[in-house]
């Protein structure tokens, strides 16, 4: 259960965000790495940077540009995150997920989570976009820690919004996957033996973020559906080598796809 001071400080960040965007947001979205430039698209926006808001976490990663967008989107009033805050930049997970519990306080009941993701099944290429259908929490904690807030996460990810976005990809003319995120703790890419174990469990994407938002949306009762960019091919697949700057570089190829299948997301929610 949330503290009473928690509680306060999700409200004065609810009161900062309604005093600057003037808006009543229904869906939720949070642009992972390199992914931040639909917030672009948003119209009659209300901007504001991480740092402006009451007891915001601020994230330290390149390719996060720390903003929370308010406006309308395909004519649909949404609130974005155009950017999010990672676990392994040293923040507990209660701050990691702070920004979605907002979210919830600001009136969103859907919300679109995506990441860049590191390819193990073998069928994937760089640039693919995954609806993710389930996870594996391998990070070594869980917000709700602390609380006896027992929640079922057996459709963690919502199966009518899984069909829409299959829909979506369809009308787009995208191929879809459907895969298992595993959540690793970072900030170190995994292993070669780290990802056959993975792949031997049943994961087919790994990444260092999105559960613990999961998590928490779940827990305030909220749609999720989420989506993982491909961005490599995971540790010990292609025998190459792994880095930040390649994540980004092939989000900045895909993103005007990505940009369409969220749009297309969004007008069917």
């Known amino acids: 259960m949330q503290s009473g001071r928690r509680k306060k400080h999700i409200k004065r960040a609810v009161s900062k965000i309604k005093s600057k965007t003037g808006s009543e947001p229904k869906i939720g979205l949070v642009l992972g790495s390199g992914l931040g430039e639909?917030?672009?698209?948003?119209?009659?926006?209300?901007?504001?940077?991480?740092?402006?808001?009451?007891?915001?976490p601020v994230s330290s990663v390149k390719g996060h540009r720390g903003q929370v967008v308010a406006g309308e989107l395909c004519g649909k009033s949404?609130?974005?995150?155009?950017?999010?805050?990672?676990?392994?930049?040293?923040?507990?997970?209660?701050?990691?997920v702070f920004p979605v519990e907002v979210m919830a306080g600001c009136g969103i009941k859907k919300i679109i989570i995506t990441n860049a993701g590191?390819?193990?099944?073998?069928?994937?290429r760089p640039g693919d976009i995954v609806i993710i259908k389930d996870h594996?929490?391998?990070?070594?904690?869980?917000?709700?820690?602390?609380?006896?807030d027992f929640i079922d996460?057996?459709?963690?990810?919502?199966?009518?919004?899984?069909?829409?976005?299959?829909?979506?990809?369809s009308s787009a003319g995208l191929i879809l996957n459907k895969g298992v995120y595993a959540a690793m703790q970072g900030p170190s890419y995994e292993t070669p033996a780290e990802i056959e174990m993975l792949r031997r469990i049943g994961a087919d994407i790994a990444g260092m973020s999105t559960v613990p938002e999961v998590i928490a949306a779940n827990k305030k009762g909220l749609k999720v559906l989420g989506l993982s960019m491909i961005t490599n091919m995971a540790a010990g697949i292609t025998g190459e080598s792994l880095s930040h700057d390649e994540v980004i570089e092939t989000t900045e190829k895909s993103k005007e796809k990505f940009k369409m299948l969220v749009k297309k997301i969004i007008e069917k929610m």
């Open 78 to 96: 949404i609130i974005a995150l155009a950017g999010r805050i990672h676990f392994y930049e040293g923040y507990s997970m209660q701050q990691v």
């Open 118 to 124: 590191g390819g193990i099944n073998s069928d994937y």
């Open 153 to 169: 996460m057996t459709r963690a990810y919502d199966p009518a919004l899984i069909s829409l976005a299959l829909q979506a990809g």
């Open 38 to 56: 639909l917030a672009d698209e948003i119209k009659n926006p209300g901007i504001l940077d991480f740092p402006e808001i009451p007891h915001f």
């Open 136 to 148: 594996i929490n391998l990070m070594g904690d869980n917000p709700l820690k602390g609380s006896a």
